[in-house]
């Protein structure tokens, strides 16, 4: 079984046991894991899922699992780090961007159960995961643009797939997804994403939506607009399909020195010299 060497960001491996051959164990980076045939159980988080050929499993960085085999199992390790996505912004859409593999990898839903995936469904991930594993044999395959996209689809499957699962109840009106889905709609738009705005979208006092989202989130929700609001507009500089003077306009800059101004403060550098 290969492993993600300190150097690699992708690594893709496909191998077959009778017995698991680690004990339970967590790992630094995020995997996709893909049966391809076979049946057992997996132990995942203290929980036991039975599993067979077809299903997917993904694992967090604070997660804890291994495999217990009754029929010979094949499986498709795709093992990738925090930058894998990061490096990739100029191949990124939006929603990627605003809603990072990583994050959703951490549902605590999908550690519970075996992914719900219906026809095509079950024949896309399959076909795409064949795909994937036949490119792997190119050295270029981290950096490579047809191997990031075969995984996005992956992603999409997922994404498809937790909207027909039955998510827990919440404990309040709104989650963490209604937040997410709010943001998305609105960060073009400045006003609407004021702390005073959002507290007031959710019927909830301004303190307490701070407080709720840096305990949830990890950080404060100031930094989170702007990194995200940062990282839309690498994108379009990067893509270079956009004039400096368009991309202020539709992230509700007053001119281009205001989002030159944002934008150095951010990155130590001015977006007419990012991506030369």
Same mark, same amino acid.
């Given at each position: 079984?290969?492993?993600?060497?300190?150097?690699?960001?992708?690594?893709?491996?496909?191998?077959?046991?009778?017995?698991?051959?680690?004990?339970?164990?967590?790992?630094?980076?995020?995997?996709?894991?893909?049966?391809?045939?076979?049946?057992?159980?997996?132990?995942?988080?203290?929980?036991?899922?039975?599993?067979?050929?077809?299903?997917?499993?993904?694992?967090?960085?604070?997660?804890?699992?291994?495999?217990?085999?009754?029929?010979?199992?094949?499986?498709?390790?795709?093992?990738?780090?925090?930058?894998?996505?990061?490096?990739?912004?100029?191949?990124?859409?939006?929603?990627?961007?605003?809603?990072?593999?990583?994050?959703?990898?951490?549902?605590?839903?999908?550690?519970?159960?075996?992914?719900?995936?219906?026809?095509?469904?079950?024949?896309?991930?399959?076909?795409?995961?064949?795909?994937?594993?036949?490119?792997?044999?190119? &050295?270029?395959?981290?950096?490579?643009?047809?191997?990031?996209? +075969? $995984?996005?689809?992956? @992603? !999409?499957?997922?994404? #498809?797939?937790?909207?027909?699962?039955?998510?827990?109840?919440?404990?309040?009106?709104?989650?963490?997804?209604?937040?997410?889905?709010?943001?998305?709609?609105?960060?073009?738009?400045?006003?609407?994403?004021?702390?005073?705005?959002?507290?007031?979208h959710f019927n909830i006092a301004q303190s307490y939506f701070s407080?709720?989202?840096?305990?949830?989130?990890g950080m404060t929700y100031r930094d989170y607009i702007n990194n995200?609001?940062?990282?839309?507009?690498? &994108?379009?500089?990067?893509?270079?399909?956009?004039?400096?003077? +368009? $991309?202020?306009?539709? @992230? !509700?800059?007053?001119? #281009?020195?205001?989002?030159?101004?944002?934008?150095?403060?951010?990155?130590?550098?001015?977006p007419s010299e990012f991506g030369r």
């Amino acid at each position: 079984m290969k492993k993600l060497s300190q150097f690699e960001t992708l690594a893709i491996d496909e191998f077959e046991e009778e017995k698991f051959h680690l004990p339970v164990h967590s790992h630094t980076y995020y995997e996709l894991i893909y049966i391809v045939h076979g049946e057992g159980i997996h132990h995942l988080n203290n929980n036991l899922i039975a599993y067979t050929g077809g299903d997917l499993f993904v694992i967090s960085p604070d997660d804890k699992h291994y495999f217990d085999i009754h029929k010979s199992t094949r499986f498709v390790y795709i093992k990738f780090t925090d930058s894998y996505f990061s490096t990739k912004k100029n191949l990124a859409t939006d929603d990627l961007l605003l809603n990072t593999p990583y994050h959703f990898m951490r549902e605590k839903l999908l550690k519970e159960s075996v992914l719900k995936l219906d026809e095509p469904c079950r024949t896309i991930l399959k076909n795409t995961v064949r795909n994937i594993t036949a490119y792997n044999c190119r &050295k270029d395959v981290s950096v490579s643009p047809i191997v990031f996209y +075969q $995984i996005l689809s992956i @992603f !999409g499957l997922i994404k #498809e797939a937790i909207k027909g699962m039955e998510l827990p109840a919440q404990g309040c009106d709104f989650n963490n997804k209604q937040i997410i889905a709010y943001i998305h709609q609105n960060v073009y738009t400045p006003e609407t994403v004021q702390v005073k705005a959002i507290a007031t979208h959710f019927n909830i006092a301004q303190s307490y939506f701070s407080a709720y989202f840096k305990r949830n989130f990890g950080m404060t929700y100031r930094d989170y607009i702007n990194n995200l609001r940062t990282q839309l507009i690498e &994108k379009r500089i990067a893509s270079r399909n956009m004039p400096i003077k +368009q $991309i202020a306009h539709e @992230f !509700g800059f007053t001119d #281009e020195s205001h989002l030159s101004n944002y934008f150095k403060k951010r990155k130590n550098i001015k977006p007419s010299e990012f991506g030369r």
